[in-house]
């Protein structure tokens, strides 16, 4: 049994999600990640870690590797060649990448919206133009104008997606994923699939599907994007990994990634062999939990009236609409009810704010008795 329920101080960790509020009464729901403890499987594992002396400059543990593999098949009966695998610090950091290793400057890179913010930065940063996408609110779920995107990769030599997405909670059903994947091989668009919060499912029914697995072609065309950080809580000690099958994208990508990235700390590596090692209960443990955290938000806030908020299928994010509130500056007022919650224009949508309830359920109780009065 893992234990979800203990609330923990983290108001002198130099938490960023805590430490925005210190001095205050204000309790943060903002920043993705968990104010749980992370597992003891990947905590045991850095301290072995820690039993040498020296935590020098590190190549990729051949185990990590192999472990990485076998957790794709585990999960996604994805069959990855060891080739495909590119290790890095962090999937910003591969989103980066990724956009440099395509096309030239002043191409189009596509971006369906709301999006986690860094997303939004990263066209213009890498000498691309951002061509922006906004999702559809049908049948009470954000789904993709696909119609919309196919005309706009035309031009574009990269998509960014965010796949479960970030903010909204939609885990992208199959058929979703095969129908982007086949417009972006038309239009020769190489899709870029950041899939870090692949272990948060809450929906059994809409399980995540990679969607390098969908085709031999989409394979192609894809470069997928994936760490443990999201899932076994420990984004402090950042690593990730790249899967690229097309050879051309994939030397592309490691040539600018050399020249960009730094390696991954001793620490970060332990922590992610440790976590993609995992077969205990634990995912299952924390869905089960998560699933209650997020019926209890979704009902509360659609009583509520005024707000709407779409069931999340995956991830510990809603996505809740305040625009019936008419209000200039969302944040500030959540604040001065004690809610700290992430505005919805930093993803590219205003009047929405996201609310992570990855939490102890009395602090989410606590929460949620502020919103309501807010």
């Not at 402090?236 to 960009?260: H, L």
Request: net charge negative.
């Amino acid at each position: 049994m893992f234990d979800f329920s203990t609330r923990l101080n983290r108001k002198n960790s130099d938490s960023i999600k805590w430490s925005r509020y210190r001095n205050t009464d204000v309790l943060p729901f903002w920043v993705a990640d968990m104010d749980f403890a992370t597992p003891k499987f990947v905590l045991d594992a850095i301290r072995h870690r820690l039993e040498h002396p020296i935590l020098g400059y590190s190549d990729i543990p051949p185990e990590l590797t192999q472990a990485f593999i076998q957790w794709a098949q585990r999960h996604f009966n994805w069959s990855i060649q060891e080739e495909w695998v590119l290790w890095l610090p962090s999937v910003v950091g591969g989103l980066n990448v990724a956009v440099r290793a395509v096309g030239k400057e002043d191409d189009h890179c596509v971006i369906p919206i709301p999006i986690y913010p860094p997303f939004l930065t990263i066209p213009e940063l890498n000498q691309r133009i951002p061509i922006l996408s906004n999702l559809i609110l049908e049948n009470n779920r954000w789904v993709m104008d696909l119609n919309d995107i196919e005309k706009k990769t035309e031009q574009a030599s990269t998509l960014l997606i965010s796949n479960p997405q970030n903010p909204t909670g939609r885990a992208y059903s199959k058929t979703e994923l095969q129908e982007l994947g086949n417009l972006c091989v038309r239009n020769n668009t190489v899709i870029v699939s950041d899939e870090i919060h692949w272990g948060i499912i809450l929906n059994p029914a809409t399980p995540h599907t990679p969607i390098a697995t969908i085709s031999e072609a989409i394979s192609q065309q894809t470069i997928t994007l994936i760490s443990h950080t999201k899932t076994y809580n420990i984004p402090g000690e950042s690593c990730a990994v790249a899967v690229i099958n097309n050879p051309e994208i994939r030397e592309s990508f490691r040539t600018w990634g050399t020249g960009m990235l730094p390696i991954c700390s001793p620490l970060a590596l332990a922590g992610a062999t440790a976590s993609f090692c995992d077969t205990s209960s634990y995912l299952v443990e924390l869905n089960q939990y998560l699933r209650d955290n997020r019926d209890l938000l979704v009902t509360a806030v659609n009583d509520i009236g005024t707000l709407h908020v779409t069931k999340p299928e995956a991830t510990y994010l809603a996505w809740i609409d305040v625009r019936n509130l008419s209000l200039a500056d969302p944040i500030t007022h959540f604040e001065q009810h004690g809610l700290g919650l992430y505005d919805g224009s930093e993803f590219g949508v205003p009047g929405f704010v996201r609310f992570n309830f990855a939490v102890p359920r009395l602090l989410l109780s606590e929460g949620i008795e502020r919103l309501l009065i807010a």
